[in-house]
């Protein structure tokens, strides 16, 4: 780590900001991870893509049907890929066992990883949580030194209120929040945390209006910018750029240049198989997607025939 517990959240930011993207986790036809392939796509997505860093082994990377041991091994080959291209990492620590929350944590810690972050605690019978979830978020803050990410959307059953989240961003490193909750929730919490932490959602398409309008830095993350971007084609780079720079306008007209590929991968995506569908238009990007672990399904074979036929109407740039 480059900064000590005190100073994890001045340290959060200064260097965790721009596109960050949910990397997905390649197998092979045997079942095992493609370790090849995986330092091959981070290779691609930190140095010809450039993105500010990679969010690893979260839902999109299926870290549900991975061992301990599997997750471990990922956080170290992405470190050392990510570091080695000048790029960042932040590694999904998330699970129903709160010691195997905090033994990925220390790993993190250990291999080079820049934050983590930590998905809400799924609660059965969960009513009147907030004093559960805080006392869950302080115990990790103080077991880790490193800076952590709160993480929480509908897929746990509920929705931290913004004044929870708030109260847990006081802790000494906690640096963030993915947020994937409605747009009046995450305005709110940016208007209470001000500049404290970083807040952001997943949404791609809200992404431009949120840096002009809430003064956002940080888009933690979904697949967008892995998938609608190209070595020949980064307009999600491009537009966050004039961003950046306050050329709003400039930035409306290359993010909206992108409808016709957001249009086309919704129009490709079965119903149900969220990572078979972005490993195939991975693959047909030209990197290394592979199956997907049970109990996911595969896809069928005309469901790969109609991504290929959305695929060549994205209007994406291939080389």
Same mark, same amino acid.
């Given at each position: 780590?480059?900064?000590?517990?005190?100073?994890?959240?001045?340290?959060?930011?200064?260097?965790?900001?721009?596109?960050?993207?949910?990397?997905?986790?390649?197998?092979?036809?045997?079942?095992?991870?493609d370790e090849e392939?995986?330092?091959?796509?981070?290779?691609?997505?930190?140095?010809?893509?450039?993105?500010g860093g990679l969010f690893v082994c979260g839902k999109q990377g299926e870290f549900f049907s991975m061992s301990l041991e599997e997750r471990k091994?990922?956080?170290?080959?992405?470190?050392?890929?990510?570091?080695?291209?000048?790029?960042?990492? =932040?590694?999904?620590?998330?699970?129903?066992?709160?010691? /195997?929350?905090? $033994?990925?944590? &220390? +790993?993190?810690?250990?291999?080079g990883a820049d934050w983590i972050v930590v998905h809400?605690? =799924?609660?059965?019978?969960?009513?009147?949580?907030?004093? /559960?979830?805080? $006392?869950?978020? &302080? +115990?990790?803050?103080?077991?880790?030194n490193i800076g952590i990410a709160m993480w929480n959307h509908p897929d746990c059953g509920y929705l931290m209120s913004p004044q929870l989240c708030a109260r847990i961003a006081e802790l000494p490193n906690i640096v963030a929040i993915k947020y994937s909750v409605p747009r009046e929730m995450y305005v709110e919490l940016s208007r209470l945390v001000g500049d404290k932490i970083q807040v952001s959602t997943a949404s791609e398409e809200e992404w431009l209006d949120n840096i002009e309008e809430l003064g956002w830095r940080l888009y933690l993350c979904s697949t967008p910018p892995l998938l609608l971007q190209t070595a020949a084609d980064q307009r999600i780079n491009d537009y966050t750029r004039l961003a950046f720079e306050g050329k709003f306008a400039e930035a409306r007209v290359v993010r909206d240049?992108?409808?016709?590929?957001?249009?086309?991968f919704k129009a490709s995506k079965p119903k149900g198989k969220p990572q078979a569908h972005s490993k195939y238009w991975l693959e047909l990007l030209g990197q290394v997607g592979g199956p997907v672990r049970r109990p996911l399904l595969q896809l069928t074979e005309d469901e790969r025939a109609l991504i290929r036929e959305q695929f060549a109407r994205s209007g994406l740039k291939l080389g």
């Open positions: 780590m480059n900064y000590n517990k005190q100073d994890a959240k001045a340290y959060a930011k200064a260097h965790f900001t721009g596109v960050w993207a949910a990397m997905l986790t390649p197998f092979k036809a045997d079942g095992s991870v392939g995986f330092r091959a796509n981070v290779a691609h997505w930190t140095g010809t893509l450039k993105l091994r990922s956080f170290t080959l992405a470190a050392e890929v990510a570091r080695a291209q000048g790029s960042r990492t =932040v590694m999904s620590c998330s699970d129903t066992n709160l010691d /195997t929350v905090l $033994e990925l944590g &220390r +790993h993190a810690e250990a291999c809400s605690p =799924v609660l059965h019978f969960g009513a009147d949580t907030d004093e /559960t979830i805080y $006392e869950y978020y &302080r +115990h990790i803050s103080e077991q880790l240049s992108l409808e016709s590929a957001r249009q086309a």
